[in-house]
């Protein structure tokens, strides 16, 4: 099964009206028929905010949109379920201005089979925030559709290179409301969310060599964590937000180190001349993944923060680097190269039995989303870089082809607090 769905982003630094290409192949095992009915007051507002609804729950591959053929109902009481026949579930809602620029908007969900009302819900806004409101719904409804969070609400970054200019870029989890966090004519690499989605740690090349910042998402103020001699590099937050782990060649190979948030304490925690690279803290906090090639090709490694133990974990014919870990601790995903070709594939931690998920090309920096049910990672397409997604059962495939610009680097971000 394949569908295109066609968006249109304003933000301040593409040109107004650049269109981003999204296609959407698979399904998951099974899509529940759900019906997204015009909400009663503007009908312009409601017409904008039900597109976003109805495009996340598309994009998961678990719902099938059915047109509600101009019936009309706006509340449980409205609804007649015998003219609803091969539809399951229905959202209806109302859209009042509840003073000069806000809006509230009641919302809620019915069981067409069990002719039952399953949610009631209020959310108010602003009314310039149609998208954020709309976000939010959707993730309601997901919820209690499948028992698991809604993630269109969160947040991406990654890097976006155009005509030899780089910017760090914020973006909703659909790729629109794009924010430009940083502009630079030198690269930018390995953006890191800590883990309350208020700051963000990157490398940047503006000083003709690797250094770490970290940098405030709501002040854009920026703070220099880590300028050692040599490269510093690959920086990830701790759990707990205190510290941070991060690559440094100060002593003459490339190694993980630790330090305090603040950039105080720092710590080697890997030895050797192998090339040590791409950590991540396991959810607990008390272990990391990393690769190296300390086996002969790059391969994935857990480390013991307790006794500095190291233990292998995969053993690709090919190679195997960027570890992400699932948010429930489960298993990790990671970037696979085998025959001249990147895959993305996930590896049990109980059973290391590993899924390949993609059909493979050039496919690097998976994360998962908060949720752990979809997989963000970085491709190609006509030679260019782009954001994909995959279903954490390799099921859905998504691709966001934006107008302009080469995308890399890309990260999933937190839930918002």
Not at 100 to 117: C, I, P, Q, T
Not at 224 to 236: E, I, K, R, T, Y
Not at 284 to 307: E, N, V
Request: proline residues 5%; neutral net charge; contains cysteine.
């Amino acid at each position: 099964m394949r569908r295109w769905i066609v968006f249109c982003m304003v933000c301040g630094v593409w040109p107004a009206h650049a269109e981003l290409n999204i296609e959407i192949t698979g399904a998951g095992e099974r899509q529940t028929p759900v019906s997204l009915v015009r909400f009663a007051g503007d009908p312009l507002l409601a017409q904008s905010m039900l597109e976003v609804v109805g495009n996340d729950l598309s994009r998961t591959g678990l719902f099938k949109l059915i047109d509600p053929a101009g019936k009309l109902p706006h509340s449980a009481s409205e609804v007649r379920a015998a003219e609803w026949a091969g539809v399951e579930t229905l959202l209806l809602g109302t859209i009042q201005e509840v003073s000069g620029d806000k809006l509230a908007v009641r919302f809620s969900l019915f069981d067409v089979v069990r002719n039952a009302e399953l949610m009631a819900q209020v959310v108010t806004a602003k009314r310039a925030h149609v998208r954020v409101i709309a976000h939010r719904i959707a993730d309601m409804v997901y919820e209690r559709m499948t028992g698991s969070p809604g993630v269109f609400s969160t947040r991406i970054i990654y890097v976006n290179r155009d005509q030899g200019v780089y910017r760090l870029v914020m973006s909703d989890s659909d790729g629109y409301g794009e924010q430009s966090l940083l502009t630079s004519k030198e690269p930018i690499m390995s953006p890191s969310w800590s883990p309350d989605g208020r700051q963000i740690a990157y490398v940047s090349f503006e000083q003709q060599r690797a250094i770490v910042y970290v940098q405030s998402i709501d002040s854009g103020q920026r703070r220099l964590l880590a300028d050692f001699p040599g490269s510093n590099s690959a920086p990830v937050w701790s759990p707990d937000g205190k510290q941070l782990v991060l690559v440094l060649t100060r002593d003459g190979s490339s190694n993980l180190y630790l330090m305090g948030s603040q950039g105080q304490g720092i710590r080697r925690i890997t030895q050797g001349y192998a090339i040590d690279t791409e950590p991540v803290f396991m959810p607990d906090g008390q272990s990391l993944l990393f690769t190296s090639d300390r086996g002969g090709s790059p391969q994935i490694y857990r480390l013991s923060l307790a006794d500095q133990s190291v233990q292998r974990l995969t053993f690709e014919s090919g190679s195997a680097f960027s570890p992400r870990i699932s948010p429930d601790g489960k298993n990790f995903v990671y970037s696979l190269y085998k025959e001249g070709v990147f895959y993305v594939a996930v590896q049990d931690f109980g059973t290391g039995q590993t899924q390949i998920l993609t059909t493979g090309g050039w496919e690097k920096k998976p994360s998962f989303a908060p949720n752990g049910k979809m997989i963000l990672f970085a491709t190609e397409a006509a030679g260019r870089g782009i954001l994909a997604t995959v279903s954490s059962d390799g099921r859905v495939k998504q691709k966001m082809v934006a107008q302009r610009g080469d995308i890399r680097e890309p990260m999933w971000g937190p839930f918002l607090k």
